[in-house]
């Protein structure tokens, strides 16, 4: 069974950079698409983006050209890289595993997420 | 871009039944899956590609999805299917996920 884990700083300064950091265990990060969603406080699920083992990804508009992600196939690790953070980036963020070779799967993994405070 | 639109909430009494909707424009030619979110935990797949129920899911979750709407069905509704519900599609002119506003289910 695939388990994810976020990890990164929970306190992030205004106009700073947000970076964190997903471990996969349990299974290879190769032939699948890895999703960020975030979650503020009180507030639904939102698409933050997507990334495939070959680099492929796409993001929410909301958030496009201060948002990156990446993989490190090596190391099992996904990674987030949100820049010029304000307080609307306080949410707890999730990784997961979404559909195998397929974009349009559904997200059957998630990490138990990590709430990160802009302030 | 593409919404999915979920009402806020609804209660259901023990026993009976919960339908909660997902709204959104030709929806049946997408694939819609479906997440509960206990409070304070995170989302777990409870039915994915309109009506598959992943190992663990109990069968009183029945997925169901046509025209415009696609439904959650959950059956003989117990207090730990208290939750938020959202539905989920990939948009293929996008490329984009997109969720649900979620729907919240009470158990009286």
């Known amino acids: 069974q695939v388990q994810l884990q976020e990890s990164g700083p929970g306190l992030v300064k205004p106009s700073e950079t947000l970076s964190l950091t997903c471990t996969v265990s349990?299974?290879?990060?190769?032939?699948?698409?890895w999703s960020w969603i975030r979650q503020s406080p009180g507030k639904g699920l939102e698409w933050v983006g997507y990334?495939?083992?070959?680099?492929?990804?796409n993001y929410t508009p909301s958030l496009k050209g201060r948002v990156s992600t990446s993989v490190d196939s090596s190391k099992n690790q996904l990674s987030l890289t949100l820049n010029s953070v304000t307080a609307a980036d306080t949410a707890v963020y999730y990784c997961?595993?979404?559909?195998?070779?397929?974009?349009?799967?559904?997200?059957?993994?998630w990490g138990q997420g990590i709430l990160v405070t802009v302030s | 871009s593409y919404v999915l639109t979920q009402s806020p909430s609804l209660s259901v009494a023990p026993g009976q039944t919960a339908t909660i909707s997902c709204g959104g424009n030709?929806?049946?030619?997408?694939?819609v899956h479906w997440y509960q979110q206990r409070p304070g935990q995170a989302p777990i797949l409870v039915v994915y590609d309109d009506s598959r129920r992943p190992s663990g899911t109990p069968d009183r979750f029945f997925g169901s999805n046509s025209v415009n709407t696609a439904t959650l069905t959950i059956s003989r509704v117990e207090a730990g299917d208290e939750a938020t519900y959202y539905c989920q599609v990939w948009d293929a002119t996008t490329d984009h996920f997109v969720f649900g506003f979620g729907t919240e289910v009470t158990v009286l």
């Open positions: 349990g299974g290879s990060i190769s032939g699948f698409y």
């Open positions: 997961a595993r979404g559909g195998r070779h397929v974009i349009a799967g559904p997200l059957e993994s």
């Open positions: 990334i495939y083992d070959n680099g492929d990804s």
């Open positions: 030709s929806l049946s030619t997408k694939n």
